[in-house]
């Protein structure tokens, strides 16, 4: 399968991003989802960001999740260029600890809509993206519900084990 036709582009903005974007990746792998990880600049590499969105989202990609920091323009630059979801993940990569990424991806002109998770919230990216899939996709809705019942079950032994020792 062509990276273009993966079911959920991950963009960052730099190779600095991996480690923050990482957990979207992971989760919608394991979730079965096909990914595509790819470094391109809003600011840096224009034109092959148009080109790459453009090519994904007309063969098929589904959802973008976008990580950047500091102006955090590229989940907007991606937007701008298709109707496909594009979820930002604001990433702490400058001295305001990720505050003007937040802003800068959450604070979309009307039109060009960008969901917005919390800073460094890669993983739940993936799981929104994942959830947006999952709505004409009833097997991957299914994992998705086992996934969370799974975490419930985490949750609640935590619950049980730390309940016991007082």
Known sequence: ????????AILMGSKSDLETMKPAADVLRK???????????AHRTPEQTAAFV???A????????????????LAGT???????????????SSSLQGMDALLSTAMMPPGIPVATVAIGGAENAGLLAAQIVALTDSALAK????????????????????????
């Open 58 to 73: 007309q063969s098929g990609t589904k959802v973008f999740i976008c990580g950047a920091g500091g102006a955090a323009h």
């Open 31 to 41: 979730l079965g989802l096909c990914v595509s990880v790819r470094v391109l600049s």
């Open 78 to 92: 991606v937007a701008a260029h298709t109707t496909r979801p594009v979820i930002g993940v604001p990433i702490a």
């Open 143 to 166: 994992r998705l519900d086992d996934e969370r019942q799974a975490r419930l079950r985490k949750v609640l032994e935590a619950d049980a084990e730390v309940s016991a020792k007082f």
């Open 54 to 56: 453009r090519a994904a």
């Open 1 to 8: 399968m062509s990276e273009t036709t993966c079911d959920v």
